[in-house]
């Protein structure tokens, strides 16, 4: 009892990481007490906006603003908490919990000098922030490897250990060996390796990038979890082997001496004499085995616990990344590679405003990196025999798609599922069942027909969608097909352009004509393939190159260091110039595009009021009107907490407040979407969102003022 005790005391002995948990755990008691609506406003700081085509990182509230709307790209709040509504009271504190994480490592970060615990508080900073922005638990897997990271584990070594060397000693004595190796495990797993310089200056022996490789993983799987706790912590014991004891045995043989001596005068005489006649006898025998490349105690060892994990040589060592660099770049190579490796730093990352703009499928494909999901592309046949648990997996997908396309007959979509002519991509997770696409090719016609997508209802919001369409496509691209066509409902054709869909059929009509079926008040969507595109990467590398150039840019700027005087042309009337006459712009690097800047002019105005007028006189524009009465739906702004209609925004075009498109744009797309949230999908009001807003896009199209 005394010598856990002191072994928990000497873990809490540092004063700086014990004062930012009590700090951290009174936030997040503060946090967990506001209101509900307060929350959200705090998650929503970390959180993108969902509203299509907008690029804003992180909602902001204006200080005078007293509306809710986005102060950076003027979208309602919900449209950064999208992936924040559907999670549980249970998961939304947790997602709570983890921004004070984040706030957390950014105090250790600023009071950290040492390089390599930099680098990892940067590492870990980054991880929460993807995580929290797609609303999941934070994993550090993805990043650092898998743990174990080495077979056997310094507890199944230890224990072979003791069971070998000593079966030979009486029953009383292998229980008192027995007791010395669990106090020597639970002494390792407290015991708080010496900083990477520390180490190399007393061992210079030693490879120092070893060492490193062993302290990052420690200090990013056991240590920092102990005072934050969105990370799952692991006892070193159980994830490392014999790397780790060669670089840190000796170290862990004093201390844990040294302990015993000072705890020796309270342990009764029992375990006084236990210590005294066999720890240091046990000690030495295991240094040997340690040190003996081919002890039995380690067995088939695989080890990878020094080796180097993805994007390691960048946290580690910045002089071993190899960045190619065009010749003719006018930034030099060692610009690029400083970029990389600074990319991540979150001093550069302070607030929500540095948060990476996640992808959807980010998440997902974490979980099939991990092990926990799995696609098959299945089939029924009628002239082979079918494995059984392929039947089932038909089965299973059958019913999430009656279930989630309950307009689709059910006799039809079995049909389809087993017919021998049609395959499915089936997404497993727990060996069930949980969406995916069922699709026909055509190879001689190169194309491909998506009959039915779903995920289930359970499931969605997690980027499983987007996750199984870019297997999709790269399961087309290895058979040598290249196009999709798709018929999509009104409510579907958001999504299918979100995964490259457009209504633009490229397709030459004879190749695809008397091949698929016509669907009555759907659209014909196609997406083109691209061969030389790995899609189940794409959204990572584009995120990588993002990180980059704006590095890049930021170092431009840096370079710039000249300040010019504060354009005063406006105080005398000017109420716009061009972009190349501002002081600077130049040599800043900025070169003309050739599109022009929106501007706000009196024809802008016009289609706005004409557009409006055209959508109140629309035959579906009825429950739109005016605003929501509390008399006919009483709790409509318990839920709806951002209203809009049509005679606001009237309103609004008198008061001239739309300054750009986007605001209109908006403001009218927020009455159908409030309207989504708030009705069932079988209601008029429902149905009538839906009418009013393909007339809506229809409009804007004849304006010239849409954007796909």
């Not at 950014?106 to 993807?130: D, I």
């Not at 669990?182 to 708080?192: R, S, V």
């Not at 290895?478 to 054709?493: E, K, M, R, S, W």
Request: proline share 5%.
């Amino acid at each position: 009892h005394y010598f856990i005790q002191s072994n928990l005391r000497m873990t809490e002995s540092n004063e700086k990481v014990k004062a930012v948990k009590q700090n951290g755990n009174s936030s997040k008691a503060a946090l967990k007490a506001l209101p509900h609506a307060k929350q959200l406003e705090r998650l929503a700081k970390y959180c993108s906006c969902g509203f299509e085509g907008c690029s804003c990182q992180s909602w902001k509230c204006g200080s005078s603003a007293p509306s809710k709307d986005c102060s950076s790209c003027s979208h309602a709040i919900q449209y950064h908490l999208d992936k924040m509504m559907s999670v549980s009271i249970s998961q939304r504190e947790k997602l709570l919990d983890m921004t004070v994480d984040i706030d957390q490592l950014y105090a250790l970060y600023q009071r950290e000098s040492e390089p390599v615990q930099k680098n990892v508080y940067t590492v870990l900073v980054k991880l929460l922030k993807q995580a929290l922005s797609q609303g999941v638990e934070a994993n550090v897997e993805t990043a650092l490897g898998k743990p174990p990271f080495e077979s056997p584990t310094i507890a199944k070594a230890v224990t072979a250990f003791i069971v070998s060397n000593y079966s030979h000693y009486s029953n009383e004595q292998q229980r008192k060996l027995s007791d010395i190796g669990t106090y020597l495990l639970y002494f390792t797993n407290q015991f708080t390796l010496p900083v990477p310089s520390e180490y190399c200056d007393k061992f210079p022996e030693k490879n120092s990038a070893t060492y490193k490789s062993i302290y990052f993983r420690w200090f990013s799987f056991c240590h920092v979890p102990r005072v934050i706790s969105s990370l799952a912590q692991h006892d070193v014991t159980q994830i490392f082997g014999v790397s780790f004891l060669k670089y840190t045995f000796p170290l862990i043989k004093k201390q844990f001496l040294d302990k015993t001596e000072s705890v020796f005068d309270r342990m009764n005489p029992e375990r006084q004499q236990m210590f005294r006649v066999h720890l240091p006898q046990l000690l030495d025998a295991l240094e040997v085995e340690i040190s003996n490349e081919n002890s039995y105690i380690w067995g088939n060892k695989s080890n990878n616990a020094a080796e180097p994990f993805p994007g390691m040589e960048t946290v580690l060592d910045s002089s071993q990344v190899k960045q190619e660099v065009s010749s003719s770049s006018c930034i030099p190579k060692d610009v690029v590679v400083k970029v990389i490796e600074t990319i991540t730093d979150p001093a550069k990352q302070v607030g929500p405003a540095g948060l990476p703009n996640s992808a959807r499928d980010e998440g997902a494909r974490l979980e099939e990196e991990r092990g926990i999901l799995r696609l098959e592309v299945i089939q029924n046949a009628l002239h082979k025999d079918v494995p059984k648990q392929h039947l089932l997996w038909l089965v299973g997908m059958q019913n999430v798609y009656v279930l989630q396309l309950p307009r689709m007959p059910k006799e039809y979509i079995a049909r389809l599922v087993f017919d021998s002519k049609h395959k499915t991509l089936c997404l497993i997770k727990n060996n069930a069942v949980i969406g995916g696409i069922c699709f026909r090719q055509f190879p001689s016609q190169d194309f491909t027909e998506v009959v039915f997508h779903a995920v289930s209802s359970n499931e969605q919001v997690k980027g499983y969608g987007t996750h199984l369409m870019n297997h999709l496509k790269d399961y087309h691209v290895q058979c040598g097909i290249h196009n999709f066509l798709t018929y999509a409902d009104q409510y579907a054709i958001g999504y299918f352009k979100k995964q490259g869909f457009t209504d633009t059929i490229t397709l030459p009509k004879h190749k695809y004509e008397g091949y698929i079926k016509d669907y009555e008040g759907a659209t014909l969507m196609q997406c083109t393939l691209n061969p030389k595109i790995c899609y189940k990467q794409l959204s990572k590398v584009i995120k990588r190159q993002k990180e980059i150039v704006q590095g890049l840019v930021e170092w431009k700027q840096s370079k710039i260091n000249k300040v010019y005087p504060g354009l005063t042309c406006f105080k005398k009337g000017v109420s716009m110039i061009p972009i190349e006459d501002i002081p600077g712009i130049s040599e800043s690097g900025w070169k003309p595009s050739g599109i022009k800047q929106e501007e706000l002019s009196s024809v802008n105005q016009k289609h706005f009021q004409h557009i409006w007028s055209r959508l109140k006189s629309h035959t579906a524009a009825w429950p739109f009107l005016e605003p929501v009465k509390t008399e006919i739906a009483p709790d409509y702004y318990q839920y709806i907490k951002y209203p809009s209609d049509l005679q606001s925004i009237g309103e609004r075009l008198t008061q001239g407040y739309y300054k750009t498109k986007k605001m209109f744009i908006a403001d009218v797309n927020r009455i159908f979407n409030n309207c989504r949230m708030y009705n069932d999908p079988t209601t008029e009001y429902y149905k009538c969102a839906g009418t009013l807003q393909k007339f809506f896009i229809t409009e804007l199209k004849e304006a010239g003022l849409y954007d796909d």
